[in-house]
């Protein structure tokens, strides 16, 4: 069964040139999936709806690559995804990006994708590496938190560290780490800081 998904990224946008691209390649209307999110503290629901629904066999089709992920991290880990379980991928005006036949130009472009990816995620790393130093010189306390497995302390150091920052949201930051929502929270508790989550919900 062919899936689509549309985004568009407040209220007052419209889907409609999305939608109309995804009807002409002859998807049901019923099997089209839409978020409109008006802020990037939101998740995507019908997406996460979607990506829980398809089997194998099915394919998943968007207009543009940027509707579907967030960021090159976030796309290589949706297409490892889809292939475990046998779903296809197509980008209507990406034509490069095409799982649903076998193509050595598609699957070069994800293989260079995925090298982007993993360098972002090692300049992540670097960046994280500086952050504790930083820390450290400021004479903060990096021991592990009371409850948390030392394999884990550097995250919710970082996580204190990116919520006193400020410039990332919630899912950004959870993204970046490979956290659950609920694992950032709790780090933070750790961290001290059940007065400033308050409120920040509060504010938010």
């Not at 949706?78 to 209507?92: A, D, R």
């Amino acid at each position: 069964m062919v899936f689509g998904y549309a985004r568009v990224s407040t209220q007052e946008q419209s889907l409609d040139l999305q939608l109309d691209a995804l009807l002409k390649e002859g998807i049901a209307q019923k099997n089209i999936y839409t978020d409109k999110v008006s802020s990037t503290k939101e998740e995507r629901k019908s997406l996460q709806r979607l990506l829980s629904y398809v089997r194998d066999g099915d394919t998943i089709v968007v207009w543009k690559l940027d509707r579907l992920a967030r960021s090159l991290i976030h796309f290589t880990k949706l297409m490892t995804e889809l292939e475990e379980i046998g779903v296809k991928f197509k980008s209507i005006t990406e034509p490069f990006i095409d799982t649903t036949e076998k193509s050595s130009h598609s699957e070069f472009i994800i293989n260079i994708f995925a090298a982007l990816a993993q360098l972002e995620r090692d300049i992540i790393i670097e960046r994280t590496k500086a952050g504790l130093e930083s820390a450290r010189r400021r004479g903060k306390v990096l021991g592990a938190p009371k409850g948390i497995s030392k394999k884990n302390q550097q995250k919710a150091i970082l996580c204190e560290e990116y919520f006193k920052e400020g410039k990332l949201t919630v899912f950004e930051i959870c993204e970046r780490l490979e956290i659950s929502r609920a694992s950032y929270y709790k780090y933070l508790r750790h961290r001290g800081l059940s007065g400033e989550i308050r409120a920040y919900n509060n504010q938010a």
